[in-house]
């Protein structure tokens, strides 16, 4: 029998028809899409952090002791109205990210006479080959290049540190550099400069610094900044020690 013939006979309603869920599901999308076009639009568009949210010294922080400066290695006038000074792992990933934020510091502060950067050396424990990069760059020093090998060292940084010799890869660095090859090869494997960098790892120490790179901007602790918030916070001290 029939379904049509079957409702006639028994006076059974005719089967309703289904609704339609495409509004539903047109309304959903719609929704979806609203909400990742606002996303977009503060991801894009959120405003330049102001002043006010850059970071302040802690509460009762006492000025870094300017002795200390000796045992790292320092770059700008010793009157310069600001003092940068950086904590870092030559072999820390994250340190080579920030190298070229302080590459640019040096430049456009440094040089002129608006900024001191003090370079403390913090290798840590889990690096190999962090502590004979630092020694590296010591030794390079000896022969007027530290500012070279710092930079060459970050630079390069994915090649030596896996590296087994890394001796060998630094006097390559050195000899590019045109460096008297002997001198700095002899002055690295005597470890000549151990015991500075261990006396610059003291003052990390001293300072309470755990992790690399941290900077302070005269007493201004900034932990992994970029370049925006490091020359932000610099500008302002800036003008503040104009006031």
Known sequence: MGEAKRRKETGAPPPRKGKSNKPLYMGIGLLVLAAVLLGVFFLTAAPEPTSDELPVAAPNAEEFPAQLDQFGVSVGPEDAPVVVREFADYQCPACGTFSSASKRLKQEYVEAGKVRFVYFDLPLQQHQNAMSAAQAARCAGDQDAYW????????????????????????????????????????????????????????????????????????????????????????????????
């Open 148 to 243: 070279d090998m710092h930079d060459r060292l970050y630079d390069s940084q994915t090649e030596w540190s896996g590296s087994n010799d890394p001796v060998a890869t630094f006097t390559r660095y050195a000899s590019d550099l045109e460096l008297e090859e002997r001198r700095f090869r002899r002055c690295l494997t005597t470890e000549l400069h151990r015991e500075a960098v261990e006396r610059s790892r003291r003052v990390a120490m001293q300072m309470r610094v755990t992790s690399t790179p941290t900077v302070l901007v005269d007493n201004i602790r900034l932990t992994r900044p970029g370049w925006g918030q490091l020359s932000a916070v610099v500008e302002r001290e800036l003008a503040n020690n104009a006031d």
